[in-house]
């Protein structure tokens, strides 16, 4: 009876340290996300037609975004590969400007009109620690530059978010996150009237 008790013991201890490490190694693991911003808002309709070179641009420093623990050492990096989310950017971007009433190329403009979206920063941060619940940090910013017979409109637009938590964020629930960040980042440079005035002139 004392030997079965004994294993019985054993193998609760190596499953408990299996859980552990599991658990450690999906909380030091990276998360390489995949978000799908998509604007959600009406453009101003300004266009007739017109042509517009649509250019999207990742203008960040790092693809990192940031670590889940705070810990700049940490493994537990947060990323958005430019490869991924350009392409994303250059949809939207071209989506916006044909509901503006422009056509819009990825030709190069050549001293034609032109709107180049670019994103500036996005980041992920740890937040203040509470009793209970911890915090999430991210912003964005994007940058929309609009040119047309010598004139240039630069507009910049920051999305900020805090999200609290008591169990930390999974993958999804981080691409989540930054996918309404960016989308919201989206919604305030295509609802610009200023942006879509110049490109009409």
Same mark, same amino acid.
């Not at 950017?89 to 670019?118: I, K, W, Y």
């Not at 017979?149 to 981080?174: F, I, L, M, W």
């Not at 305030?188 to 490109?199: G, K, S, T, V, Y």
């Given at each position: 009876?004392?030997?079965?008790?004994?294993?019985?013991?054993?193998?609760?201890?190596?499953?408990?340290?299996?859980?552990?490490?599991?658990?450690?190694?999906?909380?030091?693991?990276?998360?390489?996300?995949?978000?799908?911003?998509?604007?959600?808002?009406?453009?101003?309709?300004?266009?007739?037609?017109?042509?517009?070179?649509?250019?999207?641009?990742?203008?960040?420093?790092?693809?990192?975004?940031?670590?889940?623990?705070?810990?700049?050492?940490? $493994?537990? #990096?947060?990323?958005?590969?430019?490869?991924?989310? =350009?392409?994303?950017?250059? +949809? @939207?971007?071209? !989506?916006? *400007?044909?509901?503006?009433?422009?056509?819009?190329?990825?030709?190069?403009?050549?001293?034609?009109?032109?709107?180049?979206?670019?994103?500036?920063?996005?980041?992920?941060?740890?937040?203040?620690?509470?009793?209970?619940?911890?915090?999430?940090?991210?912003?964005?910013?994007?940058?929309?530059?609009?040119?047309?017979?010598?004139?240039?409109?630069?507009? $910049?637009? #920051?999305?900020?978010?805090?999200?609290?938590?008591? =169990?930390?964020?999974?993958? +999804? @629930?981080?691409? !989540?996150? *930054?996918?309404?960040?960016?989308?919201?980042?989206?919604?305030?440079?295509?609802?610009?009237?200023?942006?879509?005035?110049?490109?009409?002139?």
């Amino acid at each position: 009876m004392m030997g079965r008790t004994r294993s019985a013991g054993r193998i609760l201890s190596i499953i408990a340290g299996l859980s552990a490490s599991i658990l450690l190694a999906a909380c030091s693991s990276p998360h390489n996300l995949q978000p799908m911003p998509q604007r959600s808002v009406d453009v101003p309709v300004a266009g007739q037609g017109q042509q517009v070179s649509v250019i999207a641009a990742d203008g960040r420093e790092s693809e990192t975004l940031g670590t889940r623990t705070g810990s700049a050492s940490s $493994t537990s #990096t947060i990323s958005v590969a430019a490869h991924e989310i =350009v392409p994303r950017l250059q +949809a @939207e971007a071209e !989506r916006a *400007v044909a509901d503006m009433g422009f056509t819009p190329t990825a030709a190069p403009a050549n001293g034609g009109t032109s709107l180049t979206l670019t994103l500036k920063r996005l980041s992920y941060a740890r937040g203040e620690s509470r009793p209970v619940v911890d915090e999430a940090r991210l912003e964005s910013v994007l940058e929309a530059v609009a040119t047309n017979g010598g004139e240039t409109y630069t507009g $910049t637009y #920051t999305s900020r978010r805090v999200q609290t938590y008591a =169990v930390a964020p999974d993958k +999804a @629930e981080n691409t !989540r996150m *930054v996918q309404d960040l960016l989308s919201d980042g989206l919604n305030r440079a295509f609802a610009d009237p200023e942006l879509a005035q110049l490109l009409a002139r």
